[in-house]
């Protein structure tokens, strides 16, 4: 129904019972289609494809509220990458708008409709300690430092449920991509494109490269456990709304082709996303992308594609066996596969000790990162279980396959 491809599907929505309608909202609101989805249901009524009230009113209700408080959710986030940017302009960084916010309008007709959890920046690595100074003096708290990546959160709280996918908390988090200096002088940077954001002027990356970064994010959302649904639903509409323009498909293989790694991933999430979604990339795209994966890529996609997009929170390991057959291509994963199956260390902390914080809200903490823990070991146990029997049918498909 979200692709257009169910004209029909709201009949088997009147069909659920309450129970399978809370099945059905739990999985939308981790998928971060929920608000999509009301929305499409709102076009399909306003549009006269439908003429029967097809939520029950118990559910209208549920997903209306999500839709409130998204809207102020949004509208704060909003509010904050502003702050924010305007004292990066003040201080003279170079800088741009990354994912989120910068994709509107191409991957999503309303901001509040998106369920969007961070703030992204790319900051020239020249001016990362500017960056990251301008952030503490706004309270953020450094969490994590990983290559040229700094994740960054503000009010933390110790007691987070479902409902806090949607309300404003007031607490925020932040990324900072540092781009290094390119021997060739080459920056991403020195082509950003300067777009008005709720009355702010936002420097974002050019159409190309923000197609490109778009489609290689959610590779990377592929090649992992869980992959929400919506980031492949935003993917298919960038997509969209480039289709006819010849141009930007001729320049954006122009662009790649010195990299065929690119390619061969934005060719991943292409197909996966026609075999659940059904066909829609033209050709001019799919011809340098889909085409030339291997066969094995292929039945991969063929075989848990649907799991893999479809599936419940907290996912699966069988995206590990699709790392092994990209590894033969020369695509390199960040972790090994052994590692990705049995993890050495603990999840790091969800929130970090507050200074001159209450015992309650300590004991909160350590309730929440036990959770975690508990949790965690128990996927690790589940799909390794899991993953070692799918092995073992993989093998024999490629073996098939091999024939």
């Not at 409130?68 to 003279?92: D, K, P």
């Not at 920056?187 to 954001?197: A, I, M, N, Q």
Request: charged share 25%; net charge positive; hydrophobic share 40%.
């Amino acid at each position: 129904m979200l692709c257009g491809s169910l004209p029909q599907g709201h009949l088997q929505l009147e069909e659920l019972s309450p129970n399978r309608w809370q099945r059905l909202l739990l999985w939308l609101d981790y998928q971060g289609l929920a608000l999509y989805f009301f929305d499409q249901i709102a076009q399909m009524r306003s549009a006269g494809s439908i003429h029967t009230p097809v939520l029950p009113a118990s559910v209208f209700e549920d997903l209306d509220r999500r839709l409130q408080q998204n809207t102020l959710r949004t509208r704060n986030m909003i509010a904050e990458s502003v702050a924010i940017q305007r004292e990066f302009q003040e201080a003279g960084l170079r800088y741009a708008l990354l994912k989120g916010l910068s994709l509107w309008p191409s991957s999503f007709s309303r901001p509040e409709l998106r369920s969007q959890f961070d703030l992204d920046f790319l900051v020239a690595e020249s001016n990362l300690p500017e960056a990251r100074e301008i952030l503490a003096r706004r309270g953020y708290r450094l969490y994590l430092a990983a290559g040229r990546s700094w994740e960054f959160k503000r009010n933390e709280r110790p007691h987070v449920d479902l409902d806090d996918l949607y309300r404003d908390t007031g607490a925020f988090r932040v990324e900072l991509h540092a781009e290094p200096q390119q021997p060739s002088g080459f920056s991403l940077l020195d082509r950003v494109l300067w777009h008005d954001l709720a009355g702010f002027v936002t420097p974002t990356l050019s159409p190309f490269d923000l197609f490109l970064g778009h489609g290689l994010h959610a590779y990377k959302h592929t090649c992992s456990e869980f992959c929400r649904t919506a980031l492949l639903l935003e993917f298919r509409r960038h997509i969209l709304f480039h289709r006819d323009d010849v141009a930007f498909w001729e320049t954006l293989e122009q662009l790649t082709g010195e990299n065929p790694p690119s390619a061969l991933r934005l060719g991943v999430v292409i197909l996966l996303i026609e075999q659940v979604m059904g066909d829609f990339a033209p050709h001019t795209l799919t011809r340098w992308t889909i085409d030339p994966l291997p066969a094995s890529v292929r039945l991969w996609i063929q075989m848990y594609g649907h799991r893999a997009v479809l599936g419940s929170f907290p996912g699966s390991k069988l995206y590990l066996l699709l790392q092994r057959e990209l590894e033969t291509q020369g695509i390199r994963a960040k972790r090994s596969v052994r590692q990705s199956l049995i993890p050495l260390c603990l999840p790091p902390p969800i929130i970090r000790a507050l200074p001159g914080e209450h015992l309650s809200i300590r004991l909160g903490r350590y309730r929440m990162q036990l959770r975690v823990i508990l949790s965690r070991f128990r996927f690790h146990f589940v799909e390794g279980v899991r993953f070692a029997w799918e092995s073992r049918r993989w093998r024999r498909q490629l073996s098939s396959l091999a024939r």
